[in-house]
C-alpha cells in the first residue's frame, strides 16, 4: 500500500480504519447484497476505490465517503450482473443478546430474506437510514436523490418488511412503521446501529 501511496502514515491510518470499521461496512455490503461472497467483493471494491483518495478525505468524514461508494458501487453491479436468486450464508456473527437462540436465528433469517426480497433503492435506503443511522437529508445525499423520495422509499420498505415477517414476528415492527413520519425499524435489522434519525 505504501507504494500505490507513497506515504507510510496515510496507509497506516487506512489499515487502522479499515481494521475499525470493516465489520460494520462489511454488514452494509452484506446487507445491499444479500450474499457473503459479493458483500466481500463490494467492500474491497469499494475501498480499492477510496484508497487513492484517502489523503484528502482522511481528515473529512471518510466513512461516509465509503458508504456513499458502496451504495454507487452496488447500484452499478446491480445494472450490469445477473440479478436471479444466489446463495447466501449466515449474517456476520455478532454478540449473543440472549433468549432463545433459535427464536433469534429464525428472525434473523426471516428478516434477512424481507430485506433481500426488496428492490435495490429501497434496501439501500433501510440500510442506510436504519443500520447506518443517518437522516433523511444524509441518506439523500449519498443515493442521489430527495428527501421525498428517501421517506416514500423507507415507507415502501417498511410496510413490505411488515407484510413479510406478518404472523412469525408481529413485535419486529413499531405499530407505526407505515407511516410517513415513523422511525421505527425492525430491532434486529437495527441491532448494529441506533434509531434512524428524522
Not at 491510518?13 to 467483493?41: K, S, Y
Not at 482522511?58 to 461508494?69: C, G, I, L, N, S
Not at 450482473?81 to 433459535?102: K, M, Q, Y
Request: charged content about 25%; aromatic content about 6%.
Amino acid at each position: 500500500m505504501t507504494g500505490a501511496m507513497g506515504n507510510s502514515g496515510s496507509a497506516r491510518d487506512f489499515e487502522t480504519f479499515v481494521t475499525a470499521r470493516g465489520p460494520r461496512l462489511l454488514r452494509m455490503a452484506w446487507l445491499l447484497t444479500g450474499d457473503p461472497h459479493q458483500a466481500e467483493d463490494l467492500l474491497q471494491t469499494a475501498l480499492a476505490k477510496v484508497w487513492p483518495k484517502w489523503p484528502r478525505i482522511a481528515d473529512q468524514h471518510p466513512e461516509a465517503y465509503v458508504r456513499k461508494t458502496l451504495v454507487t458501487t452496488h447500484a452499478s453491479w446491480w445494472q450490469r450482473r445477473w440479478r436471479g436468486e444466489v446463495p447466501h450464508g449466515e449474517l456476520p456473527d455478532r454478540p449473543s443478546t440472549g433468549g432463545d437462540p433459535f427464536a433469534a436465528v429464525d428472525l434473523e433469517q426471516s428478516l434477512a430474506a424481507a430485506v433481500r426480497s426488496l428492490p435495490r433503492r429501497q434496501r439501500a435506503v433501510l440500510v442506510l437510514r436504519y443500520l447506518e443511522d443517518l437522516s433523511v437529508e444524509e441518506t439523500a445525499q449519498i443515493m442521489g436523490c430527495g428527501l421525498g423520495t428517501v421517506k416514500s422509499q423507507s415507507v415502501k420498505a417498511l410496510r413490505t418488511l411488515r407484510t413479510a415477517l406478518g404472523d412469525r414476528h408481529p413485535d419486529v415492527l413499531g405499530p407505526g412503521a407505515g407511516d410517513a413520519s415513523a422511525g421505527s425499524a425492525p430491532s434486529a435489522f437495527t441491532a448494529g446501529g441506533g434509531r434512524a434519525r428524522a
